[in-house]
């Protein structure tokens, strides 16, 4: 190992030099508790004075500090007080406060270096112990944490720089040559970071409170250190590009983003990054004021901002939108602010202004890379990203730059420059680039364990990817060293076993396998006397047994090319579990071999037999380690440890011989006896009794204490203070102590970590979880068979204190030699020896240990660690894919290198054959193979016993059949029933049942498999059936070889489905057809609805309608009659002129302009001009395609489409030709079928001498009915299962071809047995008759047993002829038809030849049409953008030309507008100098008063600034001149008022000028506003007709680039190859009389094209002289039209001076005859006269009614007034009798006396109701008066009734 050199150099000296370094978390423990408590104290009083800007101190009072000294295990306090004595420099003493911040303020040297023996971490070592502080150092490093961020540096081209737990390796890349500086800390490193000058580096730490630790390269001394980052470790680090600031970002929990100004060790500005998990920080190369934090689920850009509280760091969070959020691991910063990320899916992220502009992604949606994008880079204008996929893709930098969404979906598809696929299985993290002149090399990281080198030139002297190192990936899982040189094996979950010689620091050979390997054990030398073995186990289960060998040392060397030092062969192979190999074991003797696993088993293996297996024992838990009893103890015993608290305790197990014949089911050993240890947690019992002891101690010495102040206080004060102080201390003594911790057992048992034996039946095991922190020594209870062992519960008896591995427990222990060093592994990665005493395993010393940490702390859990055979060296393997080898420390130095030897390979290992390997992770263990063995045995031994029984049961059935025979052939009456066989009628019924139920089972069983198959039928037939329009049919001829075949049609394609129907070929729509119909409907409504509405007349409206008119009506109407004739005259005479004008104005717009144009000769032209000429052919570079003949891939799939669909149509044609060929044969046949039936009857009728040979019936090959292969029956299905079941019975291959042709066969016999004849109801009727006529025969001979008469030989004679003619005929009938089908078939195949040849050419225009789609698809996206282009400049400049048209129509009408108000001005004028008349002596002063200028308030308007601007400017002119007007017109008549009238002045006109004054000021104001409006429509119209040219000219240029893009694209076209066949008479290019060999400057014209070029010549000449003749009659035509024009304009001016003549003679003047011929009546005239005589009418029918009113009222009046005198007639007459009856009473009281003097009250009162009647009737007859005068007035105002009195008051009076 090298370490830096401690050198003394100025900065060492200086002041600022640091005089305490930073203690270890060992050797803080080691100093002093005063010592402790002083730094402590002094820093409580310089705290306040020593605190900079920017950082924090964090102080705890002396209780707690003094609490954590004394049990506390954390050591917060002093990692707090370390991190604060660190900020004082070296050789600094204690100053005081104004010194001290004077010094902290002061700049830092730049000389300045910090001594690193002093700040590094060293070991801890028990205080008054021997041990040295090297008892271990570190040689070498094997490993390397390649899953860690940033974990691969360079400093120079042959110096990388990497991390490997509290370790940071400088590794010389040609040397192989390791420097080790070790953290300060002594928790761990974070993260490394390299200066760009590559002159420092940085070191940033993990704990409580890390520091950044800046070294100079190469001289590797400590150059600044920075405090206060973060809480417990660093995340990342990163330089700014000139190197003068750092950026670190802490990792869990505050994720602070810090930037340093790290020469001054001061951070510049702190912020927090996220509340989550940030991964990098970097600058911008490009500005050194942003930066870029990215990480889970986020991704941040910051800026540095000057703000008014000072310079802040502002985050902003970049938001993902519509894309998914994603982790971002690597990214890079563009030149123009922008970033470019990588995603989780392997896409590119372009980030601007937080957002994500667009999304990049691979061609057809692929996505960059396959899986994260873990580094981005900028390199030499190239894009460079690396993958998790193990690729390097090139991206060009302008097109990620430009790059930008064009549709919704936001993805931008872009392909790579170059790629590089490094290997398979490389996980690339991160890439450095090598600074060597001429090549570009770069070093990858690889997660996968190894370390590349890159040639990423990408030229003809490219290299290949080298591996320079390569190591293990994740966690080591375990580590064997040999027991006889420096050799040692390792194996993790990446699949390797790897061997390294640790003494001369080599990796010698390793060996990949399917799974992750889990244990390993280096076979002892008892079995392996050369230690040549290793035995591994795999995570599936699977030992492997593997030899290690040099091949140097062979003899043979067949094929090699490198030989290296030492090679791997597997040996041997075996899978005795089912998970987990967890622990491997040799006996002591060697003769088993033990394999414990996690499916809680123990194999036990007889290795001198070939690891033959003994049998496997069950745990009660998954098993974590296995050992052997060591030779000390009587017994050879097994010690399982288990992770869930068990210990179990087998014997060695009994090797029986297995007995021939005897098969044992399982390999399961149950009678062993076993002895178990459950253990239970005593921890708590422990640190009670520990209290207890603390409490005893402490009342021993306060008991001493008491003593001897008693005896003091009795010697000074006597027996008073005695009692005094017996007093007090009996209170002391009644204050309660406090309760003792309760006993706790955790409900889960804590997990036992490793173990080992103390003595027989005693051992020791560490243990996590709750139960930490002590070594427990346990003994096993005696062995009880019947005992529970899950009831079971066992405590230690003995246990040993571990000092601060509470949180930190013991995971690995191994013992030295002598076994008096025990070292062991911690969790937290670190190393701790503890000093023993010789072979003392009781552990009765472990005072003193050396405890140092190596390992990372927070993931590098020791997981191996074991010493090699001689003690000189300790390797560790932990969690953190290290593997640290250590020189342990010895009196006796090595003097010379050491270099381990390899084993030589045994004899003939060359030869051997390699055992076939278990690579399948299903594969049967051991027991379950037996078990499967013993099962398959079983199950064959079972149907053995069913074949017997079945043999059985057929030998009944047969018996039962005969039976049956026998009882059939009896006589009927002596037959049994079938019934009577029934033994039992329920039997059968049950039988039924039974097989009723078991079919029903069976089909429910199969119910998945039937609906399986028949979805997997269906998916068959929609693949490969369904899309077939017609199967190949091949009709084959009957008597030669011709055969014909219909086309495979499969369904159109899209592209002729997507044809879309022409607009004659479209069907009317709903709403076409609405809205033809909708007229006539609307007539009809219209119709009805008149004829409706007549019924619905009133008969009122009837009656007036017939009612006899009035003189007044009839007035009216003559009135409105005669309006209505002049009205209709003048209308008329309008018509007839506007109709002669329109006349008129067509034919003045029929005459042609003086440059007319005739449209047919334009036409002409122009047809002209595209057809005719010098024309460029397609592949000129000039040619320029014509709009019409542009071709786009919407086009060709149409084209294409069209040619799809007519070679359909044609192939479709013959295959129903064919078809109908195939029919007329299955006619033909059928018919043959009966024409031979007919001559085998009538050949049966003849003599065998005079028959003719029957024609063969021809039959249908199975070609020709291809339908019939998809149809089965049962016969067939189970001819199908017959040969499946020979098959699986494994039958002679000779069986299995007769079976699978019987099978092929039985399909086509079927079809031919059932549907081969292919029989009608015609044939079958045919050969029904035909066997009819041949039975006759043989019935009537039956009859004849007598000779033949004559004439009956006759007509023997006559039947025999005829029969010979029939035979004869129908023989040559059959061969007629068999040759006319046959001439039919050769006909139709030669038409079906010619049509193949189509079919072909089509095939091959069909390839170029596809072709041609394909190129024009890739040109079709950018073809749309540039018309898309073309388009909105095209629309852009129609919308400006538009308005500007409209601008001009506005400046048009606003000149009018502007023009009439000037009129209106100048007519104002003009009146009123007319309405002042002459010699008016007040005109002067009226025309003053006029002209006037006076200020008037304007409304204000929202107008733009520039318009407030100007009218501003224009309104401060105008008030300008309006007061310089009035300053004039005062200073030239000031004895006028203008708002006072002169005296003798009309007032009228006076008036008149101040009204028309403010007429004038409404017309100027009127008239400013428009030319406002004209000058701001002159403004607008200039601008808009800039952009119209700036608009025309984009247009022209982009027109012209599609132009450029249509030649591309045709030019494109143009390469694509046109297969042409040609016959050689087609071929008209020749030279010298032959054909030349290249044909590529020859043009292939058709015939007809040919053709038509030849007609075109003959046209154009027919077509020139007759052009010529044309124009001579033409020119000769024009001259006679312009002698006719000169005539009719004479015609013209004697017909309008004839005109004047008559206008004069007849009116005295040239007048308007329009005006006069439209002069009619006044229209409004005349209808007010019309409603003025309506009105009278009206009036006169209400005075009417209003005087027969009056009359009614009068009448009425007149009745009131009659009975009113009638009334008062009757009060007269009452009151005369009153008057007499008063009288009489007066004179009969005054005689009667004076008792009945005085009126009595009743007569009071009815006088008093008289009196008010009469009062309210004169009150009522007055009121009638005025209503009768007001109604005699008109108009008058009537006033309500009077209302009658009420009722008490209109009662009569009782008298």
């Not at 064919?1218 to 001559?1239: G, P, T």
């Not at 017309?1563 to 025309?1592: C, F, H, Q, R, W």
Request: charged share 30%.
């Amino acid at each position: 190992m090298k370490e830096p050199d401690d050198q003394d150099t100025d900065g060492g000296k200086s002041d600022r030099s640091k005089s305490d370094r930073r203690p270890s978390q060992g050797s803080s423990k080691s100093e002093p508790r005063s010592a402790v408590k002083e730094d402590y104290k002094f820093l409580e009083n310089t705290t306040d004075e020593t605190v900079t800007e920017g950082e924090e101190s964090y102080l705890e009072d002396d209780d707690s500090y003094t609490e954590h000294l004394e049990g506390s295990s954390s050591s917060l306090q002093e990692d707090y007080a370390e991190s604060v004595g660190e900020s004082r420099y070296m050789e600094t003493p204690a100053p005081a406060a104004e010194e001290a911040e004077e010094k902290v303020k002061k700049k830092i040297s730049e000389t300045f270096f910090y001594d690193y023996t002093q700040l590094i971490s060293t070991p801890f070592v028990t205080p008054d112990s021997n041990i040295p502080l090297d008892l271990l150092t570190l040689v070498h490093s094997f490993g390397y944490d390649c899953r860690k961020r940033a974990n691969l540096q360079l400093l120079d081209n042959n110096t990388v720089l990497y991390v490997a737990g509290n370790q940071l390796i400088l590794l010389n890349l040609k040397t192989k040559e390791q420097i080790y500086l070790r953290s300060s800390s002594g928790t761990g490193i974070g993260v490394i970071g390299v200066h760009p000058d590559k002159t420092y580096f940085t070191v940033a730490e993990k704990g409580f409170s890390p520091k950044i630790v800046v070294y100079e390269y190469p001289s590797l001394r400590p150059y600044r250190i920075l405090r206060d980052g973060t809480d417990l470790g660093y995340a990342y680090v990163d330089f700014n590009y000139n190197g003068t600031l750092l950026a670190s970002v802490g990792g869990n929990p505050d994720h602070t983003l810090t930037i340093w100004n790290w020469k001054e060790e001061q951070p510049i500005l702190r912020t927090k990054a996220f509340s989550q998990e940030v991964f990098k920080v970097t600058f911008n190369p490009e500005d050194d004021e942003q930066l870029t934090t990215s990480g889970s689920g986020h991704i941040k850009f910051w800026e540095m901002a000057l703000t008014f509280t000072g310079l802040k760091l502002q985050g902003l969070l970049g938001r993902f939108g519509k894309t998914a959020t994603t982790d971002i691991e690597g990214y890079m910063e563009l030149p123009d602010g922008k970033v470019l990320s990588g995603s989780e899916w392997g896409n590119m992220l372009v980030w601007e202004a937080g957002l994500i502009k667009v999304e990049l992604c691979r061609a057809a949606r692929k996505s960059c890379h396959q899986g994260p994008i873990n580094q981005i880079v900028l390199d030499e204008g190239e894009v460079i990203t690396v993958g998790s996929d193990g690729c390097i893709r090139i991206w060009d930098f302008e097109t990620i730059d430009t790059a930008d969404s064009i549709d919704d979906t936001g993805l931008l598809e872009i392909e790579p420059i170059n790629e590089l696929q490094v290997d398979k299985n490389v996980k690339l993290f991160s890439m450095i680039k090598m600074n060597e002149t001429g090549h570009n090399f770069w070093l990858a990281q690889d997660a996968s364990g190894a370390i590349w080198k890159l040639d990423l030139s990408f030229s003809n002297i490219t290299q290949d990817p080298e591996c320079l190192f390569s190591f293990h990936s994740g966690a080591i899982e375990a580590l064997a060293l040999s027991p006889l040189t420096y050799l040692m094996a390792t194996t993790a979950l990446d699949c390797s076993v790897r061997i390294y010689d640790f003494a001369s620091k080599t990796p010698l050979a390793q060996m990949r396998f399917k799974q992750g390997g889990t244990a390993l054990a280096w076979v002892p030398l008892l079995v392996s006397y050369t230690g040549a073995q290793i035995i591994a186990g795999f995570e599936d289960g699977v030992v492997r047994i593997l030899e290690l060998y040099d091949p140097k040392k062979l003899t043979v060397f067949a094929g090699r090319k490198k030989i290296l030092d030492a090679e791997i062969r597997l040996k041997q192979v075996f899978k005795p579990h089912t998970a987990h190999v967890t622990a491997l074991a040799y006996e002591r003797d060697g003769e088993i071999l033990a394999t414990g696993s996690k499916d809680q088993t123990v194999f036990f293996f007889e290795v001198e037999k070939g690891y033959k297996p003994i049998g496997y024992i069950t745990t009660p838990g998954p098993v974590c380690q296995l050992l052997w009893s060591p030779s000390s103890h009587p017994e050879s015993t097994l010690l399982i440890i288990c992770e869930n608290g068990y210990v179990l305790e087998a014997p060695l197990p009994t090797i029986e011989e297995e007995e021939e014949g005897h098969d044992v089911v399982s390999y399961e050993i149950k009678d062993m006896s076993i002895k178990c240890f459950h253990f239970s947690s005593v921890k708590s019992k422990i640190l009670r009794l520990i209290e207890l002891e603390k409490r005893k101690k402490k009342k021993e010495l306060r008991e001493k204490e008491k003593e001897e102040k008693r005896k003091q206080l009795a010697a000074e004060m006597g027996e008073d203070g005695e009692k005094e102080l017996q007093g007090k201390e009996e209170e002391k003594e009644e204050e309660e102590e406090e309760p003792l911790p309760q006993i706790f057992i955790p409900s889960t048992p804590c997990h036992i970590l490793c173990g080992f034996y103390s003595g027989p039946g005693k051992f020791w095991v560490s243990l996590g979880g709750y139960d930490a922190g002590f070594l427990y020594h346990c003994a096993f209870p005696p062995y009880d068979k019947s005992r529970d062992i899950k009831e079971q519960r066992d405590e230690p008896f003995d246990f040993r204190f571990l000092q601060d591995t509470e949180d930190n427990p013991i995971q690995a222990i191994t013992f030295s030699i002598n076994q008096d060093v025990m070292f062991c592994g911690m969790k937290n990665g670190a190393i701790r020896v503890y000093i023993l005493s010789q072979n003392d395993l009781s552990l009765t010393n472990m005072a003193d240990y050396w405890h140092f940490n190596m390992h990372d702390n927070n993931y590098g859990c020791v997981k191996g660690i074991s010493a090699s055979f001689d003690d000189r060296f300790l390797v560790t393997t932990g969690a953190d894919s290290n593997i640290f080898v250590f020189n342990v420390f010895s009196e006796f130095e090595l003097k010379k290198t050491i270099k381990a030897k390899v084993p030589s390979p045994r004899f003939g290992i060359e030869t051997e054959p390699l055992p076939k390997d278990i690579e399948d992770p299903k594969t049967y263990s051991i027991e379950n193979a037996r078990r499967k063995r013993e099962h398959d045995k079983l199950m064959k031994e079972v149907e053995e016993i069913k074949a017997g029984k079945r043999e059985q049961l057929k030998a009944l059935r047969t018996e039962f059949w005969k039976l049956l025979e026998m009882n059939e052939e009896l006589p009927k009456h002596m037959q049994f029933k079938r019934t009577d066989f029934d033994v039992d009628s329920k039997i059968r019924a049950e039988i039924d049942r039974k097989t009723v139920y078991k079919i029903q089972q069976v089909e429910k069983e199969l119910g998945w498999e039937k609906e399986k198959h028949r979805i997997g039928l269906m998916k068959l037939q929609n693949r490969f059936r369904d899309s077939l329009e017609s199967d190949m049919v091949v009709v084959h001829a009957i008597q030669s070889d011709h055969k014909v075949s219909t086309y495979r049609l499969v369904k159109p394609s899209k592209y002729s489905r997507s044809k879309r129907a022409s607009q004659s070929e479209r069907r009317t729509s709903k709403f076409e057809r609405f809205e033809k119909e909708g007229a006539g409907r609307k007539d009809s409504q219209r119709d009805t609805g008149g004829s409706i509405s007549v019924p619905e007349e009133s008969i009122i409206e009837k009656g007036k309608k017939f009612r006899p008119k009035t003189l007044s009506e009839i007035m009216v109407e003559n009135q409105i009659e005669k309006t209505r004739k002049l009205i209709v005259k003048a209308e008329r005479a309008k018509i007839k002129i506007q109709q002669r004008k329109k006349e008129w104005e067509e034919l003045y717009k029929s005459k042609p302009d003086d440059d007319y144009e005739d449209p047919k000769d334009v036409q002409a032209i122009k047809e002209a001009q595209l057809c005719m000429g010098d024309f460029n052919l397609k592949t000129a570079s000039d040619y320029k395609i014509p709009e019409h003949m542009r071709i786009n891939a919407a086009k060709k799939e149409e084209e294409l489409g069209h040619l799809d669909s007519l070679a359909h149509s044609k192939k479709m044609h013959m295959n129903k030709c064919i078809l109908s060929l195939r029919d007329l044969k299955v006619a033909v046949i059928e018919e043959i079928q009966c024409l031979v039936q007919e001559v085998k009857n009538i050949q049966s009728t003849l003599h065998i001498s005079k028959h003719v040979p029957i024609p063969q019936i021809p039959q249908i090959h199975p070609e020709e009915v291809p339908e019939k292969r998809f149809q089965y029956d049962e016969e067939t299905l189970l001819v199908f299962k017959r040969q499946q079941m020979k098959s699986r019975a494994g039958k002679d291959p000779e069986v299995e071809c007769a079976g699978s042709s019987g099978s092929a066969g039985g399909f086509l016999r079927i079809s031919s047995g059932k549907d081969g004849d292919l029989t009608t109801r015609d044939s079958l009727s045919r050969s029904s008759k035909a066997s009819s006529f041949g039975l006759e025969v043989p019935k009537l001979l039956e009859f004849e047993r007598a000779d033949p008469t004559e004439v009956e030989l006759e007509v023997m004679k006559r039947d025999e002829i005829k029969h010979m003619y029939m035979q004869q005929y129908l023989t040559n009938r059959i061969k007629e038809l068999i040759v006319t089908f046959d001439a039919e078939l050769r006909l139709l195949r030669h038409q079906k030849l010619k049509l193949d040849t189509q079919m072909k050419l089509s095939d091959l225009h069909h390839v170029t049409l596809f072709q041609e789609i394909l190129l024009l698809k890739n040109f079709e996206k950018q073809e749309n953008i540039l018309q898309e282009r073309v388009n909105s400049l095209d629309k852009e400049e129609q919308d400006l030309q538009w308005k500007i048209n409209e601008t001009l129509k506005e400046m048009e009408e606003k000149k009018n507008e502007v023009t009439r108000l000037q009129d209106q001005e100048k007519a104002l004028y003009a009146g009123f100098q007319a309405a002042l008349g002459e010699n008016n002596k007040f005109a002067n002063f009226l025309m003053k008063v006029l002209k006037k200028r006076i200020k008037r308030s304007k409304k204000k308007e929202v107008e733009g600034d520039a318009d407030e601007d100007e009218d501003s400017d224009e309104s401060s002119e105008e008030e300008s001149s309006l007061e310089s007007d009035e300053d004039e017109s005062g200073s030239e008549d000031e004895v006028f008022d203008d708002s006072i009238c002169p005296t003798n002045c009309d007032t009228g006109l006076f008036e008149l000028a101040l009204q028309l004054r403010e007429k004038r000021l409404d017309i100027e104001e009127a008239l400013v506003e428009e030319k406002k409006t004209i000058d701001n429509l002159k403004k607008e119209y200039d601008t808009m007709s800039k952009k119209v040219k700036i608009v025309g000219t984009n247009l022209n240029a982009a027109e012209e680039a599609l132009e450029a893009y249509q030649r591309e694209k045709q030019q494109r076209l143009n390469e694509l190859l046109v297969v042409i066949p040609l016959k050689l008479h087609q071929i008209e290019y020749v030279v010298f009389g032959e054909i030349p060999t290249d044909l590529s400057g020859t043009l292939v014209f058709s015939n007809h094209s040919l053709g038509r070029l030849q007609e075109r010549i003959v046209q154009l000449q027919e077509e020139n002289s007759k052009q010529q003749k044309l124009n001579k009659e033409y020119r000769e035509r024009r001259k006679q039209l312009i002698r006719e024009k000169r005539e009719m304009a004479k015609n013209i001016n004697q017909m309008e001076e004839t005109v004047r003549q008559l206008m004069i003679s007849k009116f005295g003047r040239v007048i308007n005859l329009e005006a006069l011929q439209t002069l009619s009546v006044n229209t409004t005239l005349e209808e007010l006269k019309i409603k003025k005589l309506r009105k009278e009418l009206s009036n006169a029918k209400e005075m009417k009614m209003w005087e027969e009113k009056i009359a009614q009222m009068r009448w009425e009046l007149m009745m009131k007034t009659k009975e009113h005198t009638k009334k008062l007639h009757q009060m007269n007459d009452l009151c005369i009798e009153k008057k007499k009856l008063d009288s009489r009473l007066n004179t009969l009281q005054n005689q009667q006396g004076n008792a009945f003097q005085g009126p009595r009250k009743a007569d009071i009162v009815a006088r008093e109701k008289v009196t008010e009647l009469i009062r309210v009737q004169a009150e009522r007859i007055s009121a009638l008066k005025k209503e009768i005068a007001l109604l005699r007035k008109k108009g008058g105002f009537i006033l309500p009734p009077i209302q009658p009195p009420q009722e008490n008051q209109m009662k009569p009076m009782d008298l």
